[in-house]
């Protein structure tokens, strides 16, 4: 059986802690408390076959930053949060992306961005097209999730385990295969 770490990150209150309580647990938190780190263990099936992910969910909050490097040299898949209710969450994400770039010293980082609170579509204030457009422009795949509904939040971690596996396979495209030098 594979493991995967997965790094779940994004602004604080976009809604990581409940997307990823829905995936391990199947239940909603209403209720928001601020998160320093928390971690979690899943074992989930994806395309046959059995895999276990450990799901880190990280702080949102900028006092916290510091940590996010270390966080990003352990994972292996990344699922960048925003919420489409917060424009200024969706600005945040790029930067974070950006340093898990700069982290792994790798273009190809198994990752997928995620728009959250899609069960708010009244108070929307990123559009779809935008959200889309932004992970084309990465090469990374893009989805709406709801934590509340559980809208897509399976298949949210089911895609980042392909995306892992994908980024693992010696197609001449493998990531550790990027920092080889042959003398």
């Known amino acids: 059986m594979r493991e995967y770490k997965v790094v779940v990150l994004g602004s604080g209150g976009v809604g990581k802690s409940a997307l990823t309580v829905q995936f391990v647990t199947g239940s909603f938190i209403e209720k928001y408390d601020p998160t320093i780190e928390d971690f979690y263990r899943k074992e989930i ?22 940590m996010r490097d270390l966080y990003i040299k352990n994972g292996q898949g ?3 949060v925003y919420s489409l209710v917060n424009q200024q969450s969706f600005q945040d994400i790029r930067p974070m992306r950006d340093q898990i770039i700069r982290v792994k010293r790798y273009e ?3 990752m997928i961005l995620v728009g959250n609170k899609v069960d708010l579509e009244g108070e929307r204030e990123v559009a779809y097209g935008e959200g889309k457009a932004l992970a084309e422009e990465w090469g990374c795949p893009f989805l709406e999730t709801s934590a509340k509904n559980k809208a ?29 030098v042959i003398l």
């Open 152 to 180: 897509s939040v399976d298949e949210l971690f089911a895609e980042i385990v392909r995306q892992m596996n994908y980024a693992a396979q010696p197609n001449g495209d493998d990531q550790c295969c990027s920092h080889c």
């Open 45 to 66: 099936e994806v395309d046959s076959s059995p895999s276990v992910l450990e799901i880190l969910d990280t702080a949102g909050t900028e006092q916290f930053a510091s």
């Open 78 to 80: 990344f699922i960048l």
């Open 108 to 110: 190809k980082v198994p």
